[in-house]
């Protein structure tokens, strides 16, 4: 029987607590680099938005560059992998860019914040993780688009040049979007789906996948969308 005094509750409690401590130490880190900028920003600033004792930072993190990835790394990995859930499963080119784009999107309509602190941080997050952090969403589009021209799904094209216009479109109109009082995920993900595919069709694939390769459910994505 587990009682207020045993061990095995002692160390869920222990537990608990230090989740909790870790949450608020990145919840305030979060609104400080979006209000004041990386460079700006101090532990000393964290620590005391987090109404923590300043010795407790660094039971979780050691130094602030640490902290900045912490607070970047859960989210644009949950991003990346919904992306690349939809592109893995998508038997046409407009399920493939439609899908990834409307995660993305739907992302940062429902919490603009976090893609505001990207773009309020946008030299830092580049100098300081241009190979992991941002680096490992890129590296996915590559091998996901390899796979999709395995598949025959793309046709043979350069996949360096093709994941660079993917990503920047996505990161420019996300930029929009975040900014935007009235965000429209899927009429987005529709624009950039109609821009990309439009070029692709130019490399020798047809605009639309056929009826037997589309799945069920599946918008094609015509002249007549916006």
């Given at each position: 029987m587990v009682t207020p005094k045993s061990p095995v509750f002692a160390t869920g409690k222990r537990e608990k607590?230090?989740?909790?401590?870790?949450?608020?130490?990145?919840?305030?880190?979060?609104?400080?680099?979006?209000?004041?900028?990386?460079?700006?920003?101090?532990?000393?600033d964290v620590v005391?938005?987090?109404?923590?004792?300043?010795?407790?930072?660094?039971?979780?993190f050691t130094d602030k560059d640490t902290l900045f990835k912490a607070v970047l790394e859960a989210r644009i990995n949950e991003v990346n992998e919904s992306m690349h859930a939809v592109r893995m499963q998508s038997p046409s080119v407009e399920g493939f860019l439609y899908g990834a784009f409307h995660a993305l999107f739907s992302?940062?309509?429902?919490?603009?914040?976090?893609?505001?602190?990207i773009l309020r941080n946008e030299t830092?997050?580049?100098?300081?993780f241009e190979d992991t952090v941002i680096g490992i969403p890129m590296r996915t589009l590559k091998e996901d688009f390899n796979e999709a021209i395995a598949r025959g799904v793309f046709p043979p094209i350069d996949v360096e040049l093709l994941a660079a216009s993917c990503y920047g479109i996505g990161f420019e109109l996300g930029r929009i979007l975040a900014y935007t009082k009235k965000p429209d995920a899927e009429a987005t993900a529709r624009f950039a789906t109609k821009l990309m595919t439009s070029g692709i069709t130019g490399f020798?694939?047809?605009r639309t996948a056929?009826?037997?390769?589309?799945?069920?459910g599946e918008v094609p994505i015509r002249g007549s969308l916006p």
């Open positions: 607590n230090k989740l909790a401590n870790r949450a608020a130490i990145l919840s305030a880190a979060s609104k400080c680099f979006l209000k004041h900028g990386y460079d700006a920003v101090t532990i000393g005391r938005d987090s109404g923590l004792a300043a010795g407790t930072f660094y039971n979780y992302k940062i309509a429902t919490d603009p914040s976090f893609f505001r602190l830092a997050v580049r100098t300081l020798g694939i047809a056929s009826a037997s390769k589309r799945k069920k």
